[in-house]
């Protein structure tokens, strides 16, 4: 387990809790007691929070065949109307195998798909898998703003925009490097990065904007960032991105500035 007390199960994040639980007994009720308080903080109705524990109760007996070096991380994120399971890293397939298959340890088959609002497996290969399970209040429009998108469209010759919606973090940062990379096959050599509708950005998010950088310049392009937000904009110039990338207001000025 991590933390500053022996008896504290999971060390505290800004969003969530963190949880490292050794594989055994303690397993299924630390983590279903664990994601009950935290559902019940996320003000999810008693039904969805019945829903989190029966998920987590799944998890926990679907993973044990799952987990490696007999560890089991799972981070777990709440926001007002939605709570986040990020389960791994799992072994190879184990996140598809824990998604798709029946748990005979738990009533019902593929309860996980069932009860869950969205699941997906993110990453791949050894020791690099992750099973992402998201339960969020039913009707509530405020969790659309969470959707991760990217959609890319062509602005000019050679300018390709990515607009970016949602959470761009581990789990959701490779899909923006593939969209970009395809933007680049298809013969683009400057990249717009709308973040108008982005709501969040982790580090590995700011290590694909810095790659996408390193990527055009030797082929005689560049990149600019749309950015409205106060907290990014904090986040670009604390870290010094601000200076390795232009930073604008509208995607027009992005395009006007890549175009010039």
């Known amino acids: 387990m991590t933390g500053a007390e022996p008896t504290t199960l999971a060390a ?3 969003d969530g809790v963190r949880l490292d639980l050794a594989i055994g007994p303690l397993l299924a009720p630390a983590l279903a007691r664990t994601v009950g308080a935290l559902a019940a903080r996320a003000d999810l109705t008693l039904d969805r929070l019945d829903d989190a524990v ?5 998890i926990s007996h679907g993973a044990t065949a799952e987990a490696v070096d007999d560890r089991l991380p799972i981070r777990v994120e709440t926001r007002p109307g939605a709570l ?3 389960i791994g890293p799992l072994r190879d397939g184990g996140a ?3 998604l798709d298959g029946a748990d005979d340890a ?3 088959a593929q309860i996980i798909q069932r009860l869950a609002s969205r699941a997906r497996v993110s990453g791949g290969g050894s020791r690099n898998e992750y099973l992402v399970v998201e339960l969020l209040q039913e009707g509530d429009p405020m969790n659309d703003a969470f959707d991760f998108r990217v959609e890319t469209e062509e602005a000019a010759d050679g300018i390709s925009v990515l607009a970016v919606s949602g959470e761009v973090d581990l789990f959701t940062a490779p899909e923006l490097k593939v969209a970009a990379q395809q933007a680049l096959d298809a013969g683009a050599t400057r990249l717009v990065v709308d973040l108008t509708a982005t709501r969040f950005l982790d580090s590995t998010a700011l290590g694909v904007l810095i790659g996408l950088v390193k990527r055009v310049r030797p082929l ?3 990149l600019t960032i749309v950015n409205t937000d106060p907290t990014t904009a904090k986040t670009f ?3 010094g991105l601000d200076e390795i990338f232009t930073v604008v207001a509208t995607r027009d000025d992005a395009i006007a500035a890549l175009a010039g």
Request: net charge positive; charged share 25%; no cysteine.
């Open 237 to 239: 110039t604390i870290t």
């Open 220 to 222: 005689g392009g560049d």
């Open 54 to 58: 029966l998920v987590a109760d799944a």
């Open 12 to 14: 505290r994040q800004l």
């Open 106 to 108: 738990v009533p019902g």
């Open 84 to 86: 986040t399971l990020r």
């Open 96 to 98: 598809r195998r824990l």
